[in-house]
Nanobody
Framework: VQLQASGGGLVQAGGSLRLSCAASGSDISINAMAWYRQAQGKQRELVAR???????NYKDAVKGRFTISRDNGKNTAYLQMNSLKAEDTAVYYCNANGWGGGSYGIYWGQGTQVTVSS
């Protein structure tokens, strides 16, 4: 399973960005998908997660500002980020678990930089 993340960039505080994560591969069946982030000098942390059934959970600091969604037919997850703050600046990583090529695994995308200027 390969995960391709896109949509990062530079935005002013209060602005919005939308991240996308597309899963591809042979015979894939994706369970949960998630977004993590890692700010410089800090540990990677879970931002938002969505199950195949659509249940979601969020890091407290992003609740009410970020929305995770997915299109199961396209094996794609999205993270809509509104009211961005400087502290949201980080490299955002897409994560998924599921089946691909007959084996079960946890997969990571390449990361996309989000920079929020204050």
């Amino acid at each position: 399973v390969q995960l391709q993340a896109s949509g990062g960039g530079l935005v002013q505080a209060g602005g919005s960005l939308r991240l996308s994560c597309a899963a591809s591969g042979s015979d894939i069946s994706i369970n949960a998908m998630a977004w993590y982030r890692q700010a410089q000098g800090k540990q990677r942390e879970l931002v938002a997660r969505i199950t195949s059934g659509g249940s979601t959970n969020y890091k407290d600091a992003v609740k009410g500002r970020f929305t995770i969604s997915r299109d199961n037919g396209k094996n794609t997850a999205y993270l809509q980020m509104n009211s961005l703050k400087a502290e949201d600046t980080a490299v955002y990583y897409c994560n998924a678990n599921g089946w691909g090529g007959g084996s079960y695994g946890i997969y990571w995308g390449q990361g996309t930089q989000v920079t929020v200027s204050s």
